[in-house]
């Protein structure tokens, strides 16, 4: 943590599955560990499956409970285990998490309390074209009804070391003409209401990253100190990636790179300047552009 807030950082991503250990307590106190050791830092953290166990756990209301973790230092959520937001989907590819209605219940009472949020889509498994429709009209109206969906993030299925692949219940991820299709049919169907588009350079690598570029997204993802999500699941496109080698990806199709914070702010001069100074993959760093006119990066 002080490692990635010397270099620059601004932002820490902390989220995984239920250990059967954990609490709510124990999120809790990541939270407020996270803001003793670097009371700058933003906490984007807990999906909507982790903090529904957390409340649970402790016996208390939902509302309750994101009180308390924004008390700690929670700043943002990911929007992650959304998986498909359909339960005719999620009763095959994860029947043991939240249902859709209780993943839109987390994201609605967090942002109504404040708290921010991405929003995700895993893709190219067992699902069809009418569960993509259905998934982005039900973050449409969740982000009409709230406001506080900050982008979009299609994560294309790595199949290789996923259990459902292995029993022969899921295809070996999408098309690229398909995960192209996703990024530019999430710009159509949720503009304006959602105004950034992100693609994930780990599932996608730089030629793909570029493609999407050209197809409507807007927002590059992180350069991932330590990424083990994607590398877990079998993808190959690297688990880091500097500041510098982000803005020359989109200084070669004719973007202008521009650093970002977690909510789409200017981060501080001290930490461009740090974020910049890194020459070998250290902290994950988060890119914004718009067009052909502005690209930004947020250090994570």
């Keep these: 943590m002080r490692e990635a807030w010397d270099r620059g950082a601004t932002e820490v991503c902390m989220q995984g599955g239920i250990h059967p250990s954990y609490t709510g307590a124990t999120y809790l106190e990541i939270c407020r560990a996270?803001?003793?050791?670097?009371?700058?830092?933003?906490?984007?953290?807990?999906?909507p499956l982790e903090v529904w166990q957390g409340a649970r756990?402790?016996?208390?209301?939902?509302?309750?409970?994101?009180?308390?973790?924004?008390a700690a230092?929670?700043?943002?959520?990911?929007?992650?285990?959304?998986?498909?937001?359909?339960?005719?989907?999620?009763r095959v590819i994860c029947h043991d998490k939240v249902t859709t209605a209780e993943w839109l219940e987390?994201?609605?009472?967090?942002?109504?309390?404040?708290?921010?949020?991405?929003?995700?889509?895993m893709f190219g498994h067992m699902e069809k074209f009418e569960h993509w429709a259905r998934h982005l009209l039900r973050l449409?109206?969740?982000?009409?009804?709230?406001?506080?969906?900050?982008?979009?993030?299609?994560l294309p299925f790595v199949h290789m070391e996923s259990p459902i692949y292995r029993k022969g219940k899921a295809r070996r991820g999408?098309?690229?003409?398909?995960?192209?299709?996703?990024?530019?049919?999430?710009?159509?169907?949720?503009?304006?209401?959602?105004?950034?588009?992100?693609?994930?350079?780990?599932?996608?690598?730089?030629?793909?990253?570029?493609?999407?570029?050209?197809?409507?997204?807007?927002?590059?993802?992180?350069?991932?100190?330590?990424?083990?999500?994607?590398?877990?699941?079998?993808?190959?496109h690297g688990q880091e990636m500097t500041a510098m080698e982000m803005e020359a990806l989109?200084?070669?199709?004719?973007?202008?790179?521009?650093?970002?914070?977690?909510?789409?702010?200017?981060?501080?001069?001290?930490?461009?300047?740090?974020?910049?100074?890194?020459?070998?993959?250290?902290e994950p760093v988060r890119i914004e552009f718009r067009k052909k006119e502005i690209a930004s990066i947020c250090a994570v």
């Excluded at 996270?34 to 807990?46: D, I, R, S």
Aim: net charge positive; aromatic share 4%; with cysteine.
């Design 34 to 47: 996270v803001k003793a050791e670097a009371p700058g830092m933003h906490v984007h953290a807990f999906s």
């Design 57 to 70: 756990t402790l016996g208390i209301p939902l509302r309750d409970y994101l009180a308390q973790l924004k």
């Design 73 to 90: 230092g929670l700043g943002t959520l990911p929007g992650t285990a959304a998986e498909i937001l359909d339960d005719e989907v999620r």
């Design 106 to 121: 987390v994201m609605r009472t967090a942002h109504g309390l404040g708290l921010r949020s991405t929003s995700t889509i």
């Design 140 to 154: 449409r109206a969740l982000q009409v009804e709230t406001g506080g969906i900050t982008e979009f993030v299609p």
């Design 174 to 236: 999408p098309s690229f003409r398909e995960t192209v299709l996703m990024h530019a049919v999430g710009r159509l169907a949720l503009h304006p209401v959602i105004p950034n588009i992100q693609a994930s350079w780990v599932k996608l690598g730089a030629e793909g990253v570029k493609a999407c570029l050209r197809a409507g997204v807007n927002d590059m993802g992180g350069t991932l100190m330590n990424e083990t999500i994607s590398r877990s699941a079998g993808a190959s």
């Design 250 to 282: 989109l200084e070669s199709i004719g973007r202008i790179p521009r650093q970002r914070t977690t909510l789409y702010g200017t981060p501080a001069d001290s930490a461009k300047v740090k974020a910049r100074a890194v020459t070998t993959p250290v």
